[in-house]
């Protein structure tokens, strides 16, 4: 089965509004990356966060190493926004193969 | 700037037909990966490259291979192109995996086999 799991899979918000993201993973992981995919298919790293709180502007992701679990927190959500959240981990071992989730697609409305 | 490009952008096969996808990158990465994308199945591992002469296999690599000739080219080859190959491929490069580091994905390769 699907080893990374996001949720929702879905999301619509109004500008302004803050935006929530789930990850969770299956197995260890000693590294995970949030990766924003615009609509127009282009893939761009947020951030990395294995273990930890870490912020980069509105941007906040919370990784809890033992409970397989971390979220991306958007605050003040932009129309600019919107797009496909993806989230990634290493398979434990081989910290250069990387496994992602389904995404979260996210629609900010004006 | 780190960069990554492929090319073509778009391309349509015939079924039985040969298919090498190219990615080129600026970075002077390492690593360098090829990822198929389709609805339902997200981004998927094809092939990886450690450096220069290396291969690795990924998840999904039935049907394709891959080559890296040097350190900023990794290509990926489809010798008998199927129409459940139709996808979108992305190449991305990488290095020393660590909190500091990321991967530099490409634009993508829009392929459809006819």
């Known amino acids: 089965g699907q080893q990374v799991q996001q949720s929702p899979s879905s999301l619509v918000l109004q500008e302004g509004e803050n935006a929530e993201l789930q990850c969770n993973f299956s197995s260890t992981a000693t590294q995970l990356q949030w990766f924003y995919q615009s609509p127009g298919g282009s893939l761009v790293s947020l951030l990395s966060?294995?273990?930890g709180t870490k912020h980069t502007g509105r941007l906040t992701s919370t990784t809890v190493t033992k409970e397989r679990r971390s979220s991306l927190h958007i605050s003040s959500s932009q129309t600019t926004d919107s797009g496909t959240y993806l989230c990634a981990i290493d398979r434990e071992g081989n910290t250069r193969k990387l496994i992602f989730g389904l995404g979260t697609t996210l629609q900010v409305q004006p | 700037e780190a960069a990554v490009t492929q090319s073509p952008r778009n391309k349509v096969a015939v079924t039985g037909g040969k298919v090498t996808l190219s990615c080129n990158q600026t970075n002077n990465h390492n690593n360098m990966y090829w990822y198929r994308q389709d609805t339902g199945h997200g981004l998927r591992l094809i092939h990886y490259?450690?450096?220069?002469?290396?291969?690795e296999k990924g998840d999904i690599p039935d049907g394709y291979k891959a080559s890296r000739p040097s350190q900023e080219n990794f290509s990926l080859i489809l010798e008998l192109a199927t129409p459940s190959q139709t996808s979108v491929y992305f190449c991305?490069?990488?290095?020393?995996?660590?909190?500091?580091?990321?991967?530099?994905f490409g634009a993508g390769t829009r392929l459809s086999v006819l």
């Open positions: 966060n294995p273990s």
């Open positions: 991305a490069s990488g290095d020393h995996w660590g909190s500091q580091n990321t991967l530099y």
């Open positions: 490259s450690y450096g220069a002469g290396s291969t």
